[in-house]
T-cell receptor, first 111, second 114 residues
Framework: QKEVEQDPGPLSVPEGAIVSLNCTYS??????FMWYRQYSRKGPELLMY????GNKEDGRFTAQVDKSSKYISLFIRDSQPSDSATYLC???????????FGSGTQLTVLP | GAGVSQSPSNKVTEKGKDVELRCDPI?????LYWYRQSLGQGLEFLIY????????KSGLPSDRFSAERTGGSVSTLTIQRTQQEDSAVYLC????????????FGPGTRLTVL
């Protein structure tokens, strides 16, 4: 079993829709959770960063962590075609604080 | 300001050849990470540097892989006797320190082994 599992997608939605992206993780010791966005042929860029449980909101994006169920979510409101990208959930672990990523969900927002 | 840069952006090589991939981190970042992104394995951690030191090499896929960092800045990832399964995008990231600081990624080097 991978440490971080992510819904495989791909996901296609109409412009303006609410998007829900989800991951689960196996190690209850994980404390830091991230969402990265990766456009085609580019490196990942940090979108949201949360510590422990709870919600964090930034504009149209909301990150949610439920440590009791080991569940991580990212919600995108009023989705735009420019949101079309691959979204990767990740946790920080190890002495190196390396990132452990989910497999990524490819999102397409249709105009 | 300048972000993380990597070179070359694309590399096509023949099986059995050696390749060197270069990473220039953000100035002042002491921590540097190498990751590999492939269709089958997703994005996986390879090795990290704190300054010029790489304390743990266990993430490297085989002994054909090595990495070094000099002057606390530029890092090179070397793959000897390349195999087709080495084909992937190699990503470098840097952060201010080994901590919970954000890791900033470069655009990657796309390696194709024929």
């Amino acid at each position: 079993q991978k440490e971080v599992e992510q819904d495989p997608g791909p996901l296609s939605v109409p412009e303006g829709a609410i998007v829900s992206l989800n991951c689960t993780y196996s190690n209850s010791a994980f404390q830091y959770f991230m969402w990265y966005r990766q456009y085609s042929r580019k490196g990942p860029e940090l979108l949201m960063y949360t510590y422990s449980s709870g919600n964090k909101e930034d504009g149209r994006f909301t990150a949610q962590v439920d440590k009791s169920s080991k569940y991580i979510s990212l919600f995108i409101r009023d989705s735009q075609p420019s949101d079309s990208a691959t979204y990767l959930c990740a946790t920080l672990s190890g002495s190196a604080r390396q990132l452990t990523f989910g497999s990524g969900t490819q999102l397409t927002v249709l105009p | 300001g300048a972000g993380v840069s990597q070179s070359p952006s694309n590399k096509v090589t023949e099986k059995g050849k050696d390749v060197e991939l270069r990473c220039d981190p953000i100035s002042g970042h002491t921590a540097l990470y190498w990751y590999r992104q492939s269709l089958g394995q997703g994005l996986e951690f390879l090795i990290y540097f704190q300054g010029n030191s790489a304390p743990d090499k266990s993430g490297l896929p085989s002994d054909r892989f090595s990495a070094e960092r000099t002057g606390g800045s530029v890092s090179t990832l070397t793959i000897q006797r390349t195999q087709q399964e080495d084909s992937a995008v190699y990503l470098c990231a840097s952060s201010f320190a080994i901590s919970t600081d954000e890791q900033f990624f470069g655009p990657g080097t796309r390696l194709t082994v024929l």
